[in-house]
T-cell receptor
Framework: NAGVTQTPKFRVLKTGQSMTLLCAQD?????MYWYRQDPGMGLRLIHY???????AKGEVPDGYNVSRLKKQNFLLGLESAAPSQTSVYFC???????????FGQGTRLTVV | AQRVTQPEKLLSVFKGAPVELKCNYS??????LFWYVQYSRQRLQLLLR?????SIKGFTADLNKGETSFHLKKPFAQEEDSAMYYC???????????WGLGTSLAVNP
């Protein structure tokens, strides 16, 4: 049982480049989330989705876009990467918003 | 405003000592509270939630509505407890999780 899988695990981007992070879950969860984790800042919600075809902004959405075309996948896009987006990104999914959230292993992104 | 406060960024104890990781919340409704743990090089995972009232890996947490707290306790810390601990609150109409900033627990031999 894979749970939540993030691709890639590591990436280095140059400023201005674009990329997409993929999150896949095999638990048939409705809710999916993208967080960033920075030292001293805890987990901050970027975007989330309450079901296939729906997305919503979290607390730090600027510079990111998301799509949930399939229930099992939640994509996070950076159109024009900036050094401030250097972070560890975590995807999570849950059956309901107040039930256990299952996390991916994280993606360490460095923007130079 | 809904908020979760973990006042200690770092907590260092010796093996066998009691440990308490503090979590205070601000929410006017009925809260649902969780503790998540992140061991080194591993993904975040749920440790316990107040509804289940379980003891996981020797940890317990009691919701104190009067003090708006959900402190995580363990009577005898072990080295393998060293990790980052996050307190989270499920609140509001959409029940989104609101996270504390985390406490890094170091258990020294």
């Amino acid at each position: 049982n894979a749970g939540v899988t993030q691709t890639p695990k590591f990436r280095v981007l140059k400023t201005g480049q674009s990329m997409t992070l993929l999150c896949a879950q095999d638990m048939n969860h409705e809710y999916m989330y993208w967080y960033r984790q920075d030292p001293g800042m805890g987990l901050r919600l970027i975007h989330y989705s309450v079901g296939e075809g729906t997305t919503a902004k979290g607390e730090v959405p600027d510079g990111y876009n998301v799509s949930r075309l399939k229930k099992q996948n939640f994509l996070l896009g950076l159109e024009s990467a900036a050094p401030s987006q250097t972070s560890v990104y975590f995807c999570a999914s849950s059956y309901l918003p107040n039930t256990e959230a299952f996390f991916g292993q994280g993606t360490r992104l460095t923007v130079v | 405003a809904q908020r979760v406060t973990q006042p200690e960024k770092l907590l260092s104890v010796f093996k066998g000592a009691p440990v308490e990781l503090k979590c205070n919340y601000s929410y006017s409704g009925s809260p649902e509270l969780f503790w998540y743990v992140q061991y080194s090089r591993q993904r975040l995972q749920l440790l316990l939630r107040h509804i289940s009232r379980e003891s996981i890996k020797g940890f317990t947490a009691d919701l104190n509505k009067g003090e708006t707290s959900f402190h995580l306790k363990k009577p005898f810390a072990q080295e393998e407890d060293s990790a980052m601990y996050y307190c989270a609150l499920s609140a509001g109409n959409n029940r989104k999780l609101i996270w504390g900033l985390g406490t890094s627990l170091a258990v020294n031999p």
